[in-house]
């Protein structure tokens, strides 16, 4: 990105308080993919800032870059959409801020990739919608899909065989994909699929999110997706996600 000033759409994926008046933000752009930057005084500004730049927001960025720092400052920002029932409710924000970590951690500083943007802003409409988990499997199958990391889903990623009709599939985070019972001894730890479970995942990858909106999974489906799906994100970027473990405690507990 060259020296200059920038008008942009983005979504933030995070914001976190810098010395006494600072805020860093890290946001997903439409066309300059994932920036990180700096709004000065935003903690102190009553009219630039104020309850523009909060996680799980849509807004339209003003920043400067200067070509001696890959930090840019942010220079305003207009609400587009504050996407107010996810924040009023704890379970819809926990699923939001999943998103917002999950691209957070899986894209590149500067890399644009065409799709995300409208794909994160799609999805946080559609948690604002009261969408449940499958709209979190299919949200992480469309990433992966865009990112280059899709895994294999139609027959055995390690003999390149076909599945028979009524096979019990298995799926290896380290193979990148569904193996079949003589190969999943060889695959390290794999955990049980169905091929519905496989089939659905594979044509989801593809839909656009209004189709995938109108999708109701069953019970099998987004059991076995969840654990598939997270551990082969766990084994591409090394480390588990905070925001996955907030959810699980908050599933457990009473509330």
Known sequence: ?????????????????????????TFYTLGRGKITGIAKGARRSRKR????IEPASLVDLVFFHNDRTEMVRVEDARLVD???ALKSDIVRLSRACYLLELVAEMTKEGQ???????????????????GDDSVLRFFEIRLLSMLGYLPHLDGCVVCRGPFAADERLYFSPEKGGTVCGKCAATAGSVAGVSAGTARLLSMAARFDTGKLAR?????E???????????FIKFQIGKELKTKRFMTKLRNSSF
């Open 221 to 231: 489906f987004l059991e076995e997706s969840e654990e598939i799906l997270y551990d």
């Open 1 to 25: 990105m060259k020296k200059g000033l920038y008008k942009d759409s983005a979504v933030i994926l995070n914001s976190l308080d810098y010395s006494e008046s600072d805020r860093i933000l």
């Open 112 to 130: 644009r990739i065409p799709g995300v943007f409208n794909l994160l802003a799609g999805f946080l409409k559609l948690l604002e919608a009261g």
């Open 82 to 84: 504050a996407y107010p």
């Open 49 to 52: 800032f104020v309850g523009n």
């Open 215 to 219: 999708l109701k999974p069953g019970p």
